[in-house]
């Protein structure tokens, strides 16, 4: 049987976060089983459901950690960048995960790209443009340095 009834078969699957858990919960309602904590981002579903739900959860859950890795997160910043960001035009958070991205990229002077008025995703293209190469895909290498023959 499943839904709220009796489930011979109970199954447990983790999502990355609360939001993506509970989308789950209101779409797949009648699967979800009573045991399942709502305030938990592990749903608790019957395993007797068709095996199509079932697929259909596990890539939900898939999806929204892909999702998840993909973001660049939030930098904090330092008391100079604090300083220099007019807040009156822009957020905390805004800043915070431009700058997570220019990171991301290596971008040295980032504040000089930073544009108040672009959105976070729009920044990406901007600082890949800008960003240096990382150390060890450029310069000498410590052989190189010593005068070893490479």
Same mark, same amino acid.
């Given at each position: ?17 609360? +939001? @993506? ?6 779409? !797949? @309602? ?7 904590? =709502?305030?938990?981002?592990?749903? =608790?579903?019957?395993?007797? +459901? ?5 697929? =259909? ?5 898939? &999806? $929204?950690?892909?999702?998840?890795? $993909?973001? !660049?997160?939030?930098? +904090? ?5 604090? &300083?220099?960001?007019?807040? @009156?035009?822009?957020?905390? !958070?805004? @800043?915070?995960?431009?700058? =997570?991205?220019?990171?991301? !990229? ?18 990406v293209e901007i600082y890949q443009r800008a960003g240096q190469p990382t150390a060890s895909a450029s310069g000498p290498t410590m052989r190189e340095v +010593?005068?070893? $023959?490479?």
């Amino acid at each position: 049987m499943t839904g709220r009834g009796r489930c011979l078969n109970p199954q447990t699957i983790e999502f990355p976060t609360l +939001a @993506s858990a509970n989308r789950v919960r209101e779409q !797949f @309602s009648d699967l979800i089983i009573p045991r399942d904590d =709502a305030r938990k981002k592990t749903v =608790a579903f019957c395993g007797d +459901a068709p095996e199509r739900a079932q697929k =259909a959860i596990g890539q939900r859950a898939h &999806r $929204s950690f892909e999702r998840a890795d $993909s973001g !660049f997160g939030q930098t +904090a910043l330092t008391r100079f960048e604090r &300083r220099e960001i007019d807040f @009156s035009r822009t957020n905390i !958070f805004h @800043s915070r995960a431009c700058k =997570a991205i220019a990171c991301e !990229f290596v971008v040295d002077d980032w504040l000089s790209q930073y544009d108040h008025t672009l959105t976070v995703s729009e920044h990406v293209e901007i600082y890949q443009r800008a960003g240096q190469p990382t150390a060890s895909a450029s310069g000498p290498t410590m052989r190189e340095v +010593a005068g070893w $023959s490479v």
